[in-house]
């Protein structure tokens, strides 16, 4: 018995070292391809965007007197110097639909995205003189495209635009309290995430809204962001809104696009819990085939465990071909079918197919399907821990062990 112990757990080391090395070698490969490929889609799809509010400015001129050495004289000169002051903008009005389109690359699903984004913005010289007003806009990023860009004041596109170091810098002639309204609009792609801010730091903020459509319902916002004023649902997403009357913050408006289930992380987590299923299973055949009297061989112990590694190894590398539950399902049949063909042979039919093959459904099959759900990782183990536990102990709770 003691020897019989000991060939098991030998077994059981051996695989689960060979466990630790496939999932090393899956999240190598993740890894390396997700340094490689986000560069790629970076350059075909862009980079997360961060949309930052245009700021207005005007500029005054002022004659200084300034002290200079001159042939050895002190002489006093005039010179022009330009001040810069920034005036609040009195509105927003920006609309965002966003259509979210992953992208599979490798072992990895990317969240790409493309955005049409429409701003007009409220100009009011509240400064008492007639002056030009200089409106600066930022683009998002400085890898994306931007198509069907353009440039409008009250309504008459400007065309004569040329973006120097990322930005637009156009000024617009304002008479004393006078309203104007510039349009920004554009069509660009982006991955991961969007973002709109409010301004380089605490800003001031007065009549703003933004309208984000998306075509997904999983919305998500990320850390240092806020949630929208309003939300209401659509036919294939949601619409959000943001709305303030006269804020002062720095707060930022961000939107995650939804992950799909990555291939490579997943099956790398799957195969570095292997070992725990195994144990699970071992650990109720040993005490089944004992207290029957049913003589399994440790030969066979390897087969099976073997067979188990095959449903790991197969779905590392089926998963670059084929979605990763398809790979789930096949490799979980490949694996169930190989070891009751082969148990058939070695105790018979009936065991094989009932006690072996479903607790091989229930320790490989269903242990492994429970990474499908994030967060419920840990809850479905412990429950699978307590379920073995009540079995076993109900199944040998009138065995004399002494016998045994």
């Known amino acids: 018995m003691i020897k019989r112990i000991l060939i098991l757990a030998g077994i059981f080391v051996c695989a689960t070292f060979a466990w630790m090395i496939l ?45 200079e050495i001159r042939n050895g004289h002190n002489v006093t000169i005039q010179k022009q110097r330009w001040t810069t002051h920034r005036l609040p903008i009195s509105g927003s009005a920006v609309n965002v639909d966003i259509h979210l389109k992953h992208r599979k690359k490798g072992l990895l699903w990317y969240a790409t995205y493309k955005v049409q984004f429409d701003g007009t913005y409220t100009i ?7 002056r030009d007003i200089w409106f600066v806009y930022k683009f998002p990023s400085k890898k994306a495209l931007y198509d069907n860009f353009r ?22 002639f304002v008479k004393a309290g006078e309203i ?29 809204k933004l309208n984000l459509t998306t075509n997904f319902d999983d919305v998500n916002f990320p850390e240092n962001s806020v949630s929208p004023t309003g939300k209401t649902k659509t036919s294939n997403g949601w619409q959000l809104e943001w709305k303030y009357r006269n804020l002062i913050s720095d707060v930022q408006l961000g939107m995650d696009m939804p992950q799909k289930l990555n291939p490579g992380p997943f099956v790398a987590k799957v195969t570095f819990f292997a070992p725990i299923s195994l144990f699970f299973f071992l650990f109720l055949m040993f005490i089944i085939t ?19 590694f095959s449903f790991h190894l197969l779905m590392s590398y089926l998963v670059d071909h084929i979605s990763v539950r398809m790979a789930f399902t096949i490799c979980s049949l490949v694996s169930i079918f190989l070891v009751i063909s ?8 009936k065991f094989a197919f009932l006690e072996i093959g479903l607790s091989q459904l229930v320790f490989l099959v269903l242990f492994s399907y429970c990474f499908f759900f994030e967060g419920f990782t840990g809850l479905v183990i412990t429950i699978a821990l307590i379920i073995t536990l009540f079995t076993v102990m109900q199944f040998t709770g009138r065995v004399n062990w002494e016998d045994v």
């Open 180 to 208: 104007r309204h510039v349009t920004v609009r554009y069509n660009s792609q982006g991955l991961d995430q969007w973002w709109y801010k409010l301004g380089e730091s605490v800003s001031r903020v007065r009549n703003f």
């Open 23 to 67: 999932a090393g070698v899956v999240s190598t490969r993740t890894s390396q391809q997700d340094r490689k490929l986000r560069h790629s889609v970076g350059k075909l799809w862009g980079t997360p965007q961060t949309q930052l509010a245009p700021h207005l400015c005007y500029k005054t001129k002022k004659t200084v007197e300034e002290n």
């Open 124 to 130: 009011q010289n509240t400064t008492g003189e007639d």
């Open 151 to 172: 440039f409008q004041v009250d309504g008459k596109e400007i065309k004569e635009i040329e973006p120097t170091l990322q930005e637009i810098s156009r000024p617009v």
């Open 342 to 349: 082969y148990m058939r042979l070695v105790v018979g039919l």
């Open 290 to 308: 004992t207290v029957r009297g049913i003589k399994i061989h440790p030969m066979n112990y390897f087969f099976i465990v073997s067979a188990f």
